[in-house]
């Protein structure tokens, strides 16, 4: 493990962060929200899910720099009184959550799916190949409103927790379909390379040459795509919450903060709309800075 | 085919027969009719769409050859006569369209497919060509060269193999602290002891070696084939040693086969082959090896292009280069006759035009 450490620190990437201005700044903002997002409940001034502490008359406030703002809520705060700053963290953490945790399983499922039919190749491949032809002839956010919508009906007492398994399951099934296709691309190039035939010379099986000698050889370019897929995810976990369909009103996304928000903007309280908006344009810009960064980072062609 | 059960029958009951036929009994690979043909034909909606037939590639035609214990037989060729078809065939690769490839008296392709024939792996090993590609750039040399005893169970622990492969990398005249190293800090002839040490570990019979020294230059060349030479003395290996470059074969080889288009044109040892070759297409490859000696004889430069694969001519394959060929040459396929000491293909030779 220290050795890895030494030899990233030691390694090209690591030189190339160093002297990219752009990519350390992204990677800062990217870190701060983060960290306020997965820190919340220390962090935030106020916990805007404990009823105990709000106050009504605090409702609607500005920010604290206007004059009719209080010191105590920095952004101002929305119609039940809770604290802008406040419900923007928590509402990161849920968008960040949701955007990490659908992007892991299109990844899971893409890297699989993609290994597979570039290493089986055949029917296996063109039947893999066809189903992702379908996927992209859809828009992504038409197949994640059909699965969200069938699974409301389905459960529509549903708790959380399915909730959210739901909206996860109706973002992800849509992305998979890149990283099958990059993964199969990369995983014709290295099959026919000589330490993948050597190994099967040796006589290991091809499920192992698949996870030991592919697998690791074609996680380039997936790591570039996940990370730029994950402002997408966010920015697509936002729309569904934004039309309604997303994330439970008990937990508010960033895209829900928007939707509530919205429906003050013109009365003239465009805090409540604008932060929440500001906060996700702030996450996705940065997360898709650091993926344009990675990606020319590990392309040894613009080196 | 008559031919085939003819010399087979002999050895198939040799062990009741010790005595029956020992020139059999030294073979250690067999190969009889083999053949590759690969598909290269258009996607399947082009091909109904703009109404194009299905397109194949002979990459290896009808190639038998023995190899005796302990002999390395060289194979040589222009590129894209089959060659390294050949090799993967041997090692199980690629599955054979036609022909049987025996190992030890028995059929390696079937004994691959079974889960007792699994133990073949550890009898025959591949040596490839381009070391830059054949090591996993992500692995260490410990596990690139420790896969093959992890895989076959023939190291117990963490320490055992760390023995194991210092011991491996000592016999290719490396270090064995340089099992901590990743193949990037090796240079190219390092990096190809390291694929010989691979090669090495399970202690095979047999070493397919696949062009292993065009990647390397000059001077490295000559040290990876000694090293190859001593393993060979000291282990009594046997080689099918791939090639396009003669010198190189001379060095190394007791018996030359030589290929065009897929096809064994001439087979003899060493000596005989390039002291007196008899085909034509042999004569044209070694009057083309650059000698001081001979300066003052005539060289006859080769001729022509190797012709498409993917439509040969018709009859002998070599024909339409062959300053010899006639009417025959260009209708029936020459079969590869024994002659004392060699055997060859040439309708020319067997009618003693030359």
């Known amino acids: ?303 | 085919m008559n031919s085939t059960s003819t010399l087979s029958s002999p050895r198939s009951d040799a062990t009741e027969q010790p005595a029956a036929n020992r020139d059999a009994d030294a073979a250690l690979v067999e190969v009889k009719d083999l053949a590759k043909t690969f598909e290269v034909s258009a996607p399947w909606l082009n091909r109904v769409v703009e109404g194009k037939e299905r397109q194949f590639v002979h990459a290896v035609d009808g190639v038998s050859f023995r190899i005796e214990r302990g002999k390395t037989l060289a194979l040589v060729g222009e590129s894209g006569c089959g060659k390294s078809t050949v090799a993967r065939l041997l090692v199980g690769l690629y599955a054979p369209t036609r022909g049987t490839v025996r190992f030890d008296g028995q059929d390696t392709l079937a004994a691959l497919a079974t889960p007792a024939g699994r133990a073949l792996h550890r009898r025959m090993q591949m040596i490839f060509q381009d070391p830059y590609a054949s090591l996993n750039p992500r692995w260490k040399v410990l596990d690139i060269v420790g896969e093959p005893l992890r895989e076959h169970g023939l190291v117990g622990d963490l320490p055992a193999l760390r023995a194991r492969v210092a011991e491996l990398l000592h016999s290719v005249g490396l270090a064995g602290a340089d099992c901590e190293k990743f193949p990037h800090q090796f240079s190219g002839g390092q990096r190809q002891r390291i694929s010989i040490a691979r090669a090495l570990a399970t202690q095979p019979e047999f070493l397919v070696c696949d062009e292993p020294t065009s990647a390397l230059d000059v001077s490295v060349q000559a040290q990876v084939l000694n090293i190859m030479k001593d393993l060979q003395r000291e282990r009594g290996l046997t080689y099918l040693f791939i090639s396009h470059n003669l010198a190189v074969v001379r060095h190394v080889s007791d018996a030359v086969g030589v290929m065009y288009l897929g096809r064994l044109v001439e087979i003899a040892g060493k000596q005989t082959l390039f002291s007196a070759p008899r085909h034509p297409y042999t004569r044209m490859l070694l009057d083309a090896i650059p000698d001081i000696h001979m300066s003052g004889r005539a060289r006859t430069p080769v001729q022509g292009e190797v012709p498409n694969p993917l439509h040969p001519p018709s009859g002998c394959a070599f024909h339409p280069r062959c300053p010899h060929a006639d009417a025959r040459c260009a209708q029936e396929r020459p079969p590869l006759q024994s002659l004392p000491g060699l055997q060859v293909a040439c309708h020319a030779v067997a009618e003693g035009r030359i």
């Open chain 1, 1 to 303: 493990m220290q050795a890895a450490l030494v030899r990233f620190l030691d390694g090209d990437v690591w030189h190339s962060f160093r002297k990219s201005p752009m990519a350390i700044t992204a990677a800062v903002i990217a870190f701060i929200c983060i960290f306020c997002a997965l820190f919340a409940n220390w962090v935030a001034p106020h916990n805007p899910f404990d009823l105990a502490t709000l106050e009504l008359g605090d409702a609607r406030l500005p920010p604290a720099w206007d004059e009719e703002g209080k010191a105590k809520y920095f952004l101002g705060t929305d119609d039940q009184g809770r604290d802008i700053l406040s419900t923007l963290m928590f509402g990161a953490r849920i968008s960040l959550l949701v955007g990490v945790a659908s992007v892991l399983l299109s990844v899971v499922v893409g890297v699989a799916l993609g290994l597979l039919s570039g290493f089986a190749g055949g029917k296996t491949d063109a039947l893999i190949m066809r189903v992702c032809d379908v996927m992209l002839s859809f828009p992504s956010i038409l197949i994640a409103l059909l699965i969200d919508g069938v699974g409301r009906a389905m459960f529509p007492n549903a708790h959380d927790t399915l909730a959210f398994a739901v909206l996860i399951l109706a973002i992800a099934l849509p992305g998979w379909v890149p990283y099958a296709r990059t993964v199969r691309g990369s995983t014709l190039v290295e099959r026919h390379k000589e330490y993948v035939q050597a190994a099967r010379v040796i006589g290991v099986a091809p499920a192992r040459i698949m996870r030991r000698h592919v697998l690791p050889n074609v996680l380039g370019p997936v790591l570039v795509l996940a990370t730029i897929q994950v402002a997408q995810a966010i920015l697509t976990e936002a729309t569904l919450s934004f039309l309604g369909v997303g994330v439970p009103p008990t937990q508010p996304s960033l895209g829900t903060l928007i939707r509530v928000g919205n429906d003050f903007l013109f009365s003239g309280e465009w805090w409540i709309t604008i932060f929440p908006g500001a906060m996700l344009v702030l996450i996705a810009l940065s997360v898709n800075l650091l993926g344009d960064w990675l990606r020319d980072a590990l392309n040894p062609r613009l080196r």
